[in-house]
């Protein structure tokens, strides 16, 4: 975590610095000195106020899923329509939130996945940002369905979202946010279709 003082305007702009360098040469050629150019800043500044390139990449991380959290509940507050339907739809969508697929963030979120399996303190954010998708879900699905049911719904949805968000960043060109989102849509009616389907067979009514 950066330490307390550092003005928000400042941190803001390391955070865009820290994406800039990781989107122009990847994070194990992401240097303190790379950075700090890019936000024109001293290098003394980030070891200061972050440690060092670990420390950034957390801030940076935190921001991207503050901004992820962001697009979800804006996307939930708009809804008219507030069945568990909608408000998946919601929650569907915000992952795929502009803020989320640029090139610069989509090569930030792939640094960050590489990196949370060797880095404590990355692998705990990443544990957060897991339990906080999967709850979300389950949540919405448990109004429709019993609760091992919903846990296993959840965790299916989560999966189509993570995987369809993945194979788009990794294919060149820009990740296709609107196809990847109909198609996590169309995999939600489908797990919802298949618990409707097997909750009127014979013995289940």
């Known amino acids: 975590m950066p330490k307390v003082g550092m003005e928000p305007i400042r941190r ?5 610095a820290t994406m800039a360098a990781i989107d122009e040469v990847g994070l194990a050629d992401t240097t303190v000195m790379r950075i700090a150019r890019h936000a024109g800043v001293s290098a003394g500044i980030i070891s200061h106020y972050f440690g060092g390139k670990d420390g950034l990449l ?3 991380m935190r921001q991207i899923l503050h901004d ?3 697009a979800v509940a804006a996307r939930r507050r708009s809804l008219e329509d507030t069945s568990a339907r909608a408000h998946l739809g919601a929650i569907i969508d915000g992952n795929f939130d502009r803020s989320q697929v640029t090139g610069a963030v989509a090569k930030t979120w792939l640094a960050f996945w590489a990196s949370s399996m060797h880095k404590p303190r990355l692998a705990r954010l990443q544990q957060v940002n897991h339990r906080r998708l999967h ?3 389950c949540h919405q699905f448990r109004r429709l369905m019993p609760r091992d049911d919903a846990h296993r719904a959840a965790a299916g949805l989560a999966a189509v979202i993570d995987g369809l968000w993945l194979r788009g960043a990794l294919t060149p060109g820009e ?18 279709a298949g618990h409707e389907i097997a909750a009127l ?3 289940n009514a």
């Open 175 to 192: 990740l296709d946010a609107d196809k990847a989102s109909r198609l996590a849509h169309t995999a939600l009616d489908q797990l919802l």
């Open 135 to 137: 709850s979300n879900l």
């Open 68 to 70: 992820l959290g962001d």
């Open 58 to 60: 957390e801030a940076t």
């Open 12 to 16: 803001q702009q390391l955070i865009h």
């Open 201 to 203: 067979a014979p013995g």
